[in-house]
C-alpha cells in the first residue's frame, strides 16, 4: 500500500536538504534554474555545495516564462547568433535529459502580409534550422492555411505559413528536479533561508542567513559565493556585500494570460505584431492556451510585479486579430507575471535587450571569489553553468570534469521517444489510474512517478484525495523530497493543478500539510 503519511523527521519535511554544513567551497545564492543548476553542476565536480533561496525554488523568474527551450528565433533580427546557436544545440540536449517535463513542439508562423515579408522569414527560418545542429527535431515547412488544419483557427485573411521546431519545458520542475540530483549528490539546499549578510573572512566569506518561517539565524563559511539572485541579484550586492550604487540588471515584465482552448490541434503559434514583437499561443495543460508575453520596463519590486490592464488588453487584441475567435478579458482564466533580470546593455526599448548571459568576477580565490550572473535565459541554463564552475576551477582548482552534457535529471532515464510508452506501462500496472491522470505523472514525474504509487491497487490507497488528481501519497512526496511547505508550492510550481481547484479545496490541501508539518514538530 502506498505511503499517505510523511515521516515525522522536520528535516524531511524541508525536502531531505539540511546537512548541516558550515564550511564549503561553493556557497550558491538563488533557488532558480541557474542557481540549481550551478549546484549541480559544482557538486557532481566534487565540490562541496551550499545553496539559499529566500522564498520557494522556482519562485521568481523561472516559474515567469513561457514555457518553451527554444533558440530564439527572433533575437536572430537582433544579430545575437552566439546566443541563438548555443540555444539552439541545447534544446535537444535538456530534451535528452528530461523527456518527461521537456518535450517537442511545432510551431506556426502566419505569414503577415503588411509585416515582414516571406523571404525574410523563410531566411530566418532556414539558419534556424542549420545554425544548431538539429538532429531530431522535424526542419521547417511551408504551410498552406487554407486547406491544413493549422489554418482552421485563424482569421481566412491569413492562407500562408511556415512551421518549424522547438521545445516546451515545464520550468518549475526544471528548476526542482536540478535541486533534487543536486540534492541527491551532496548539496545542502536552504529553502526559506535568507542571506542577510556577506564578509569577507581570511580566504573565505562568512555568509550570514536568516530562516524566514522560524527566524533561526545561521552561519555558513564559502571560499566561493555564486550571486545567482535574478532579480534581485544587485539587491544581494548592495544589502548582503555592502556594494554601492550597483546597477547591472535591466529588469523587464513579461505577462502571460490563460484561456480555455482556443483549438483541438497541438501545434502552437507564433504572431507578430506591428510592434515588431512577437508572441506565442500555445497549448496548455492539456485544456487551456496560454499567450504571451508583453515586454515593459519594471522599476519597482520584483516580488509585487503584477498584470496590467494594459497588457491584459495588448495580449487579447494581439490574439485576436489572428485568431477566428475573439479574445476578450473575460475570457482568461489565469494571469501570471514576473520579471526577467536582462544585463543592462543600454538598449533603448525592452523587447531589444540582450537575453544573453555575463558574468563578473569580485576577487580572488586566496582572497574569497564572488560571482555575480547577470541576465540568461533558461534554454542556456547549463551551458551557464559550466561557464561559472570553470571560474570557480580557475579560483580553487579542478576537483572534476564537466559531466552534465548527457546526464538525466531523476525520472527522466527514458528514451526521448519513449513518453507514451511510459504512460502505457503505468496505466498497465496501475489500472485503476484514468489516462490524464497518468498522462500528468508521468509529465511531471517521469520514471519516479512509482515513488508514490507503490504498491497501491486502488485510488483509495493513494490516501486523501485533494481535488482532481490529487491524492495524499503525491502530496507526501513532494513535502518529503522536493521541498513543497504549502499548497501554493504544490499547486502552482510543483504542478499547475491550481488551475482546477477551487477555494475551498486549496484550503483543504493547506490545512492537511499545515497538520502534518505540526505533528513532524511534536514529534521531534
Same mark, same amino acid.
Given at each position: 500500500?502506498?505511503?499517505?503519511?510523511?515521516?515525522?523527521?522536520?528535516?524531511?519535511?524541508?525536502?531531505?536538504?539540511?546537512?548541516?554544513?558550515?564550511?564549503?567551497?561553493?556557497?550558491?545564492?538563488?533557488?532558480?534554474?541557474?542557481?540549481?543548476?550551478?549546484?549541480?553542476?559544482?557538486?557532481?565536480?566534487?565540490?562541496?555545495?551550499? $545553496?539559499?533561496?529566500?522564498?520557494?525554488?522556482?519562485?521568481?523568474?523561472?516559474?515567469?516564462?513561457?514555457?518553451?527551450?527554444?533558440?530564439?528565433?527572433?533575437?536572430?533580427?537582433?544579430?545575437?547568433?552566439?546566443?541563438?546557436?548555443?540555444?539552439?544545440?541545447?534544446?535537444?540536449?535538456?530534451?535528452?535529459?528530461?523527456?518527461?517535463?521537456?518535450?517537442?513542439?511545432?510551431?506556426?508562423?502566419?505569414?503577415?502580409?503588411?509585416?515582414?515579408?516571406?523571404? *525574410?522569414?523563410?531566411?530566418?527560418?532556414? *539558419?534556424?534550422?542549420?545554425?544548431?545542429?538539429?538532429?531530431?527535431?522535424?526542419?521547417?515547412?511551408?504551410?498552406?492555411?487554407?486547406?491544413?488544419?493549422?489554418?482552421?483557427?485563424?482569421?481566412?485573411?491569413?492562407?500562408?505559413?511556415?512551421?518549424?521546431?522547438?521545445?516546451?519545458?515545464?520550468?518549475?520542475?526544471?528548476?526542482?528536479?536540478?535541486?533534487?540530483?543536486?540534492?541527491?549528490?551532496?548539496?545542502?539546499?536552504?529553502?526559506?533561508?535568507? =542571506? =542577510?549578510?556577506?564578509?569577507?573572512?581570511?580566504?573565505?566569506?562568512?555568509?550570514?542567513?536568516?530562516?524566514?518561517?522560524?527566524?533561526?539565524?545561521?552561519?555558513?563559511?564559502?571560499?566561493?559565493?555564486?550571486?545567482?539572485?535574478? #532579480?534581485?541579484?544587485?539587491?544581494?550586492?548592495?544589502?548582503?556585500?555592502?556594494?554601492?550604487?550597483?546597477?547591472?540588471?535591466?529588469?523587464?515584465?513579461?505577462?502571460?494570460? =490563460?484561456?480555455?482552448?482556443?483549438?483541438?490541434?497541438?501545434?502552437?503559434?507564433?504572431?507578430?505584431?506591428?510592434?515588431?514583437?512577437?508572441?506565442?499561443?500555445?497549448?496548455?495543460?492539456? +485544456?487551456?492556451?496560454?499567450?504571451?508575453?508583453?515586454?515593459?520596463?519594471?522599476?519597482?519590486?520584483?516580488?509585487?510585479?503584477?498584470?496590467?490592464?494594459?497588457?491584459?488588453?495588448? $495580449?487579447?487584441?494581439?490574439?485576436?486579430?489572428?485568431?477566428?475567435?475573439?479574445?476578450?478579458?473575460?475570457?482568461?482564466?489565469?494571469?501570471?507575471?514576473?520579471?526577467?533580470?536582462?544585463?543592462?546593455?543600454?538598449?533603448?526599448?525592452?523587447?531589444?535587450?540582450?537575453?544573453?548571459?555575463? *558574468?563578473?568576477?569580485?576577487?580572488?580565490?586566496?582572497?574569497?571569489?564572488?560571482?555575480?550572473?547577470?541576465?540568461?535565459?533558461?534554454?542556456?541554463?547549463?551551458?551557464?553553468?559550466?561557464?561559472?564552475?570553470?571560474?570557480?576551477? +580557475?579560483?580553487?582548482?579542478?576537483?572534476?570534469?564537466?559531466?552534465?552534457?548527457?546526464?538525466?535529471?531523476?525520472?527522466?532515464?527514458?528514451?526521448?521517444?519513449?513518453?507514451?510508452?511510459?504512460?502505457?506501462?503505468?496505466?498497465?500496472?496501475? #489500472?485503476?489510474?484514468?489516462?490524464?491522470?497518468?498522462?500528468?505523472?508521468?509529465?511531471?514525474?517521469?520514471?519516479?512517478?512509482?515513488?508514490?504509487?507503490?504498491?497501491?491497487?486502488?485510488?483509495?490507497?493513494?490516501?486523501?484525495?485533494?481535488?482532481?488528481?490529487?491524492?495524499?501519497?503525491?502530496?507526501?512526496?513532494?513535502?518529503?523530497?522536493?521541498?513543497?511547505?504549502?499548497?501554493?508550492?504544490?499547486?502552482?510550481?510543483?504542478?499547475?493543478?491550481?488551475?482546477?481547484?477551487?477555494?475551498?479545496?486549496?484550503?483543504?490541501?493547506?490545512?492537511?500539510?499545515?497538520?502534518?508539518?505540526?505533528?513532524?514538530?511534536?514529534?521531534?
Amino acid at each position: 500500500m502506498a505511503a499517505t503519511e510523511a515521516g515525522t523527521d522536520p528535516a524531511a519535511d524541508r525536502g531531505d536538504m539540511n546537512n548541516g554544513q558550515t564550511d564549503v567551497d561553493v556557497f550558491v545564492i538563488g533557488g532558480g534554474v541557474n542557481g540549481c543548476g550551478i549546484a549541480r553542476d559544482a557538486v557532481g565536480r566534487g565540490y562541496s555545495v551550499a $545553496l539559499a533561496e529566500m522564498n520557494d525554488l522556482a519562485s521568481g523568474t523561472s516559474s515567469w516564462s513561457t514555457k518553451l527551450i527554444h533558440g530564439g528565433l527572433r533575437y536572430l533580427e537582433h544579430y545575437e547568433f552566439r546566443l541563438v546557436r548555443e540555444a539552439l544545440i541545447e534544446r535537444e540536449v535538456l530534451w535528452g535529459s528530461a523527456p518527461h517535463i521537456i518535450w517537442p513542439l511545432r510551431f506556426v508562423l502566419p505569414h503577415h502580409k503588411g509585416l515582414r515579408p516571406a523571404w *525574410l522569414l523563410r531566411l530566418g527560418l532556414f *539558419l534556424y534550422d542549420n545554425l544548431g545542429g538539429r538532429k531530431h527535431l522535424p526542419p521547417t515547412r511551408t504551410v498552406d492555411l487554407t486547406t491544413d488544419a493549422v489554418g482552421k483557427p485563424l482569421k481566412p485573411t491569413f492562407t500562408k505559413g511556415f512551421e518549424y521546431s522547438d521545445c516546451a519545458v515545464d520550468d518549475a520542475r526544471l528548476v526542482v528536479l536540478n535541486a533534487r540530483d543536486a540534492a541527491d549528490r551532496g548539496v545542502d539546499i536552504r529553502t526559506r533561508t535568507e =542571506v =542577510v549578510a556577506l564578509e569577507r573572512a581570511g580566504d573565505r566569506w562568512k555568509v550570514s542567513l536568516r530562516d524566514t518561517v522560524t527566524g533561526a539565524r545561521s552561519t555558513v563559511t564559502a571560499r566561493v559565493v555564486v550571486n545567482a539572485a535574478g #532579480p534581485w541579484v544587485d539587491r544581494v550586492l548592495t544589502r548582503a556585500a555592502g556594494k554601492n550604487d550597483t546597477h547591472n540588471v535591466r529588469l523587464v515584465q513579461g505577462s502571460h494570460i =490563460v484561456v480555455p482552448k482556443l483549438y483541438d490541434h497541438d501545434r502552437c503559434y507564433i504572431f507578430q505584431n506591428a510592434d515588431n514583437r512577437i508572441f506565442f499561443a500555445i497549448p496548455y495543460q492539456r +485544456d487551456y492556451t496560454l499567450i504571451g508575453t508583453t515586454d515593459r520596463d519594471w522599476k519597482d519590486d520584483p516580488a509585487e510585479v503584477k498584470i496590467s490592464d494594459e497588457e491584459i488588453a495588448y $495580449l487579447c487584441k494581439g490574439a485576436s486579430d489572428y485568431f477566428a475567435q475573439d479574445i476578450s478579458p473575460a475570457d482568461i482564466v489565469w494571469t501570471y507575471s514576473g520579471v526577467r533580470p536582462l544585463y543592462d546593455d543600454g538598449a533603448s526599448e525592452a523587447q531589444v535587450a540582450t537575453r544573453d548571459y555575463v *558574468l563578473r568576477t569580485d576577487g580572488k580565490g586566496k582572497d574569497g571569489l564572488l560571482i555575480n550572473i547577470f541576465g540568461g535565459k533558461i534554454t542556456t541554463y547549463r551551458k551557464l553553468a559550466e561557464a561559472v564552475v570553470e571560474k570557480i576551477e +580557475d579560483a580553487i582548482g579542478k576537483r572534476g570534469e564537466a559531466w552534465t552534457h548527457g546526464a538525466t535529471l531523476p525520472g527522466g532515464d527514458f528514451p526521448i521517444g519513449g513518453f507514451s510508452d511510459l504512460v502505457a506501462d503505468l496505466m498497465r500496472d496501475y #489500472p485503476f489510474l484514468t489516462e490524464p491522470h497518468t498522462h500528468r505523472l508521468i509529465r511531471q514525474y517521469g520514471t519516479r512517478a512509482r515513488h508514490f504509487l507503490g504498491e497501491a491497487a486502488s485510488l483509495q490507497d493513494l490516501g486523501k484525495h485533494f481535488g482532481d488528481t490529487l491524492y495524499a501519497s503525491e502530496v507526501a512526496y513532494l513535502v518529503e523530497n522536493e521541498w513543497a511547505m504549502n499548497a501554493e508550492d504544490v499547486l502552482w510550481r510543483r504542478s499547475k493543478l491550481g488551475l482546477k481547484f477551487d477555494q475551498a479545496s486549496a484550503k483543504a490541501l493547506e490545512d492537511w500539510i499545515s497538520a502534518r508539518t505540526r505533528r513532524a514538530e511534536a514529534a521531534e
